[in-house]
């Protein structure tokens, strides 16, 4: 693009002409309102055109509409310490970095693309029936994890998992998701290999999912857990956010409780929660399994 803008200035010879207006000559302001229409990456790399697209780029005003609303609430939940005159592209950026919260065991950070709230929950943050007997449950470390572990399922009756989060998040609609892989991976001479020595009962029954909110939102949906070796994102369900001045609290639920038979062999890193649009996303990377509505 910055190529293109060039050519304009040039004169028949390929040189620049000196009494000709340049990219420079453009007002600061006029840039920003510009630029102000793109999206985040695309303003990064237009900064680096020259000195006015450069300081146009820091703009408060341009940033201030990349901001989630209540991008103030953001800041004092998660910013510990804040300069009173830091700028708007400063906040974004450091609420596109991922902030802990809850003992760790949730995270919260900005896309950096489209500036939408993206919250994970770790499986030690959820609730889930027999984790405290190793017979059954272990907790074990893993790189392929944003926590560092997963919560890993040898063999078990009555399976059910639950999950509960209170978040001011921004007006819109957003996805819930848990994250899930059958058999337990682990590298071998440097590469991934994936164990399913435990996996067995997951395609006999399908699993259930619910999601509840604090304003009497519902959705259930049921899936079979399949495709041993690969993380998913299996959907709950969506919700709205009309009001981001208030909190939303949210639960979620993922049950398998038919004793006929056994189920084992499953990896559960965590519940994640992304803006809607985030779904298609994940079904062009094919990480997403769609769960069919009750």
């Given at each position: 693009?910055?190529?293109?803008f060039?050519l304009?200035?040039t ?6 002409s000196s009494?000709s207006?340049s ?7 006029c840039?920003?309102?510009i630029?102000?229409?793109l ?7 237009l ?5 006015a ?12 509409s990349?901001?989630p ?6 800041v ?6 804040v300069?009173e005159k ?16 809850d003992?760790?065991?949730?995270k919260?950070?900005?896309?950096k ?29 893993t790189e392929?994890s944003?926590?560092?572990?997963i919560a890993?399922?040898?063999q ?7 999950g ?5 998040f ?14 337990r ?10 164990n399913s ?26 899936c079979?857990?399949?495709d ?15 009001n981001s ?16 038979h ?14 809607s649009?985030f ?6 990377r094919?990480y ?7």
């Open positions: 693009m910055g190529a293109s060039s304009l200035f004169d028949q010879d390929g040189l620049s009494s207006p990219l420079g000559d453009l007002p600061e302001s840039v920003a309102s630029i102000g229409y999206d985040p990456p695309q303003i990064c790399k900064a680096k055109l020259n000195r697209f450069r300081a146009a780029s820091w703009a408060d005003f341009v940033w201030e990349k901001l609303p209540n991008y103030e609430t953001l004092g939940k998660f910013l510990s310490f300069p830091l700028g708007k592209r400063d906040i974004y950026t450091r609420l596109c970095r991922v902030n802990t919260f003992g760790g065991t949730k919260i950070w900005l896309d693309s489209t500036g939408g709230v993206c919250m994970s929950i770790s499986s030690k943050g959820l609730q889930i029936t027999g984790i405290d007997d190793r017979r059954y449950w272990n907790h074990i470390p392929e944003r926590f560092g572990s890993y399922l040898q078990i009756w009555w399976f059910e998992v639950d509960e989060v209170e978040f001011p921004p007006t819109g609609t957003y996805s819930v998701f848990f994250r899930l892989q059958l058999g991976a682990a590298r071998r001479f440097g590469r991934r290999i994936c020595e435990h996996v067995h009962g997951w395609d006999i029954k399908p699993v259930r999912f619910q999601l509840w909110t604090s304003d009497g939102q519902y959705a259930t949906s049921q079979t857990v399949s041993p070796g690969e993380w998913f994102h299996y959907h709950v369900g969506d919700f709205n956010v009309e001045n208030s909190s939303t609290r949210i639960k979620i639920s993922m049950t398998q409780i038919d004793c006929t056994t189920k084992g062999g499953l990896c559960l890193d965590s519940v994640v929660i992304y803006p649009k779904r298609e996303r994940l079904k062009q094919g997403l399994k769609c769960a069919k509505p009750m």
